[in-house]
């Protein structure tokens, strides 16, 4: 996975943390927990705070 798949990314955050809030994590979390997936491959400097805003939104509609 790479930053811009922000559906992708949704769906195993909610796979791995179904008890987590995704509005109430901080985007340095959300980067973090991101990079730490098994199936992501790409560098923190291709994110930005929209691409964050994204995957939250998105993984809010998969919760």
Do not use: H, S, Y
């Not at 811009?4 to 791995?16: M, N």
Request: hydrophobic residues 50%.
């Amino acid at each position: 996975m790479k930053w811009t798949d922000t559906i992708d990314i949704a769906i195993a955050l909610a796979d791995t943390m179904p008890d987590q809030d995704p509005m109430a994590v901080r985007f340095t979390d959300l980067m973090e927990w991101v990079m730490g997936l098994p199936d992501f491959a790409d560098v923190p400097e291709r994110c930005n705070e929209k691409i964050l805003e994204a995957i939250q939104m998105a993984w809010m509609d998969e919760r």
